[in-house]
């Protein structure tokens, strides 16, 4: 657990962090999200004190991180920058294999370890050799993910790590990295400024303005508390669209149906967003899906309850 | 491919030139005073490879003595990391650059005497400026988003300068050396006018005897020994596209 109590740090007349408490839980993925500018790196970047505070105490699993010397605190703790940031100097395995050498790591172990991490997200084994400016931005930030991964650390920092890439391959890598966390439980501290993503890959969304926490809740009831204008104007009218994609059709009360084959078919493990797309220019055919051998009937209506139990319920 | 024929195919030309210049000087030189019309044919009591050595020997000397000194002095500012004595390094050896170099030879030959220490201390000195001056300009240029990456994995001071500043300085300290080199191969002609050996032996014995053929014979090898260097400095410089 990564706790950080009244935190405060200014940059001249710029308040960067004003008096800001959060607590991110064991195995969860917070993400944190705000308009440029609000104090999300620089938030970050006091975990793992790259950027000391005015005010504020921060404590990873009960210790105050001042307890740790700077580099022994960092090489426990996985961190993706905003940029990348790659070693443009050193070849992909040498960037990854960066924190276990540190750490002193056997090489065996080391070299193990990076092919594990290049499976994980989807890149060759042969790139190991390449160097950074070899690769396509959305490569290196895969390479960046690796490299904050590198150590098995259990608290991960995440600047923005999916932001040079584009729509196609970022959501590639959204979804295996959203894979990876259902596996792996990090304890993940995630920035965006991409509410898709946020909705996509968050546990919980702490939704940031001027240094300060504006709202902190579940995706599916973020809004719902206490009506504010900014964080009205952040979501934006059409949010109960953007979170269906974070349910699938297994998620649904279905009715159970004999299937026809003039049906229209949907894989039981799309989203209820694509659902919907499909179901509104459906016209009159029927569209089923099919759960262990069982055909179901998909409605607007099933969607619109599930939304209503998860949302408003 | 085209790139390794033309450095090294250049470099092999100007070596071959070398070797051509020190193996024929007799003939070359008895040609030369033909066209010129004037010059003594002699050959000198110190044959030319002899003097060729000698340069190459005070110049590395020199030079060796000035990367090692300047790379460690690069460094230890750095390390420092105080902007003001970088930025009084940097001015102090903007300033030593403009004393002229006949002017550090004249004043150490009181201090050392005539012979080879002047003009190695005079290349020792020049050789340093730039060098000291590209390896913290080198680690100065190194991203911002790279020193905080290194920071961020858990580099301590030390071994984020050296394991990511240095290597990435490398290029433009190499350029620094070059520099160095090739000023240092012309300069240290200006070593035999307080007794050093070296190509300036002939060239300002012509000068004095205003003989242009016994200063061709010194020049010529000093240029191409600058150009080899030249060629093979660039060669060896790490080619990376740095974002
Ligand atoms: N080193 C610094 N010196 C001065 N001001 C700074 C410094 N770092 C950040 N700031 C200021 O603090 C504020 C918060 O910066 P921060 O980098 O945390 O924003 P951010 O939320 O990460 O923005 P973005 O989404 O654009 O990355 C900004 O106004 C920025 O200009
Ligand atoms: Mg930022």
Redesign the interface.
Known sequence: MIKLSHMTKTYGAITALDDLSLEVRNGECLVLIGPSGCGKSTLLKTI?R?VEPDAGEITIHQKPIHDYAP?????QIG?C?????????LSVSDNIA??PR?LKWDEPKIQARIDELLTLTGLPLSYKTK???QLSGGEAQRVGVC?ALAADPEVLLMDEPFGAVDPMTREQIQLAFRELQRRLKKTVLFVTHDLEEAILLGDRIALMHRGKILELSTPESLGQSTPNETVNQFIGADYALRILRRSTLEDLKLTAVQPQTEDRRLESTSSLKEALAVLLESGNQRVITVIDHQAYRVDVGDIMAHLQAVRYG | MAKYIKTWGLTLIYGLSLVWWLADTSRIKAQLVEWFGIGSPLIERTPLSTLVWQHITLVSIATLAAILVGIGLGLAVRLSRSEELESLVIRFGALGETIPSAAVIALSVPLLGYGNEPILLALFLYAILPIVRNTLSGLNSV?P??T?????????EI?QVFK?EF??A?PTLIAGIRTALVINISAATLGATVGAGGLGVPIIAGIRTSDPVLVLIGSVPVILMALVADRVLRSITPQ????
């Open positions: 793992n790259l580099e022994v605190l960092r090489r961190y920058i905003q940029g990348v940031g790659l070693f443009p100097h960066v924190v540190l160097r950074p400016h490299r | 991203a988003d790279i905080e990456a290194a920071k961020g994995m858990g580099f301590t071994q990511v290597p990435l490398f990376r596209s740095i974002p």
